[in-house]
């Protein structure tokens, strides 16, 4: 039996999209961990440690693929590069799945590619364990993500500021389009390029939209309500460069990605993000600037883009509206409104201011208003939590069952940072308990289990992370 039923549409799509390639020779691949749910769903029958490790490192390729790296191009932090592409990842193959869902599987990590720049195109342990927890965290949350499948160690040791163990991570997408996809063949002015591609993702992500025009107000509803998930979160993606940006509306990159534990609005963790372009709160304008990217670039699909222009622009200036509607309704359901409007924005953001003055855990303070477990302990002035609690509970008494609202909305746990480096540590002598005993904590996060407690509990001054790297 074949290993997957490969069957990849993209290699129909003009030869300058992508080139053939074929991952490096990893000297020793080893299994870390495989998600059999996710692989059973994919049609993967594949069980034996070794068959999956060579096929994970990219040492065999699984017959039917066809292995290549995608070219694209993305502003990152505001500046244009006009060509990056993957330069440490290979796309093996779609997969049409037993239900008939295509979907791209992607090593991160397997070597040069003709888009490496002067990248040698791996990946250390540390970005593929983080990605692995992270994105499943998020598929298990509710939030539309790639999804983590496999993740190898493979021998070789690479060279960051240190020697590093060498690992690939195989990630499932619906697709690897961005919007840096399209501005790669905007910049260029390859029309044909840009209509092919233009034709390509309408057909594999939004088969109901006729024009550029509707499949761009799609990726608006689907990356507004995106972003809403990310912040209910105390998510921050870290990255939010056009080329991290997907067209079919799910998390893609979790570079320096972390979770927020106080919580204030300019949280960052980035170490490259000197201005906090992409810190908590900016999130919701950076989507609307990245969609503003798109839109210049698929507006040039029209016939007359000129006398377009202001209906394009319209929907670009509604976005920052539609971001707070959806922002309001997030945070409603976390205190337990059923359908939070922007008469309730005053108590939402009520709550959050006093969050960020009295320092309260981001997961824990929602996680307490919903159990009712002395919420105010959270605040380090907790009279700040209970002016606020006296017009909640009056706002609460409008609600029919504000407590199914908020248990649905607010997690037990979130990976945090530091568990999330405890786990990575750990996996760097070998030991991968602590990845598996997070991983399968926040597989389910939202149910109460006492035997994790301890990963609720925020970080010390002692064991803080409190930077985070680009993945490379
Ligand atoms: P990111 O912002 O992490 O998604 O990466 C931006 C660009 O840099 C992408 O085109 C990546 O493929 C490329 N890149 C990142 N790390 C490496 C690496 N180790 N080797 C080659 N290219 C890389
Ligand atoms: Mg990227």
């Not at 499948?149 to 690479?158: Q, R, Y």
């Not at 300019?266 to 372009?277: P, V």
Request: net charge negative; aromatic share 10%.
């Amino acid at each position: 039996m074949p290993f997957a039923n490969f069957d990849t549409s993209y290699q129909s799509l003009p030869e300058r999209f992508y080139t053939r390639q074929m991952a490096a020779h990893a000297p020793a691949p080893k299994l870390i961990v495989f998600n059999e749910t996710l692989a059973s769903t994919l049609g993967i029958d594949a069980h034996d440690p070794e068959v999956l490790a060579r096929v994970f490192s990219g040492n065999e390729v699984p017959e039917g693929a066809t292995p290549m790296a995608q070219v694209y191009a993305g502003h990152q932090f505001g500046n244009f590069s006009p060509q990056l592409g993957d330069g440490r990842a290979l796309l093996i193959g779609e997969i049409v799945t037993p239900t008939g869902a295509r979907l791209d599987l992607q090593l991160k990590g397997s070597g040069r590619t003709p888009y490496s720049r002067s990248g040698d195109g791996k990946a250390w342990l540390g970005p593929v364990l983080r990605e692995y927890l992270l994105s499943e965290f998020m598929h298990a949350a509710g939030v539309p993500t790639t999804r983590a499948l496999a993740a190898v160690t493979t021998g070789e040791t690479v060279l960051r500021e240190r020697p590093l163990p060498g690992a690939i991570l195989t990630r499932v997408a619906s697709s690897h389009i961005r919007v840096g996809s399209f501005e790669y063949f905007a910049a260029r002015r390859d029309f044909d390029g840009l209509r092919a591609l233009y034709t390509y993702t309408r057909d594999r992500h939004y088969p109901g939209s006729k024009t550029p025009f509707e499949m761009l107000s799609e990726v608006i509803t689907r990356q507004v309500s995106l972003v809403a998930k990310w912040m209910g979160l105390g998510f921050i993606h870290g990255v939010m460069n056009t080329d991290n940006t997907t067209l079919s509306g799910e998390t893609i990159d979790y570079g320096p990605a972390a979770f927020m534990e106080a919580y204030h609005p300019d949280t960052l963790y980035s170490s490259i993000d000197q201005f906090g372009r992409y810190a908590f709160s900016n999130q919701s304008k950076i989507i609307v600037w990245n969609i503003a990217q798109l839109a210049s670039a698929l507006l040039a699909l029209e016939d007359n883009p000129e006398a377009e222009l202001p209906k394009w622009q319209a929907l670009i200036e509604a976005m920052p509206a539609q971001m707070e509607a959806a922002r309001v309704k997030t945070f409603g359901r976390k205190i337990g409104l059923s359908a939070a409007t922007s008469e309730d924005a005053a108590l939402i953001d009520g709550l959050l201011a006093a969050m960020a003055k009295g320092q309260a855990d981001f997961t824990n303070t929602f996680h307490a208003l919903t159990k009712n477990a002395k919420p105010r302990d959270q605040f380090l002035e907790p009279r700040l939590f209970d002016e606020w609690q006296i017009t909640w509970q009056k706002r609460l008494s409008q609600e029919a069952d504000p407590i199914a609202c908020m248990e649905a909305a607010n997690p037990y746990l979130v990976p945090r940072n530091h568990r999330v480096e405890e786990a990575i540590q750990a996996g760097k002598v070998g030991d991968y308990g602590p990845f598996h005993r997070l991983l399968k904590a926040i597989c389910a996060p939202y149910s109460e289990a006492q035997e994790f407690a301890d990963l609720t509990t925020p970080a010390t001054d002692e064991n803080a992370v409190r930077q985070t790297f680009c993945g490379t």
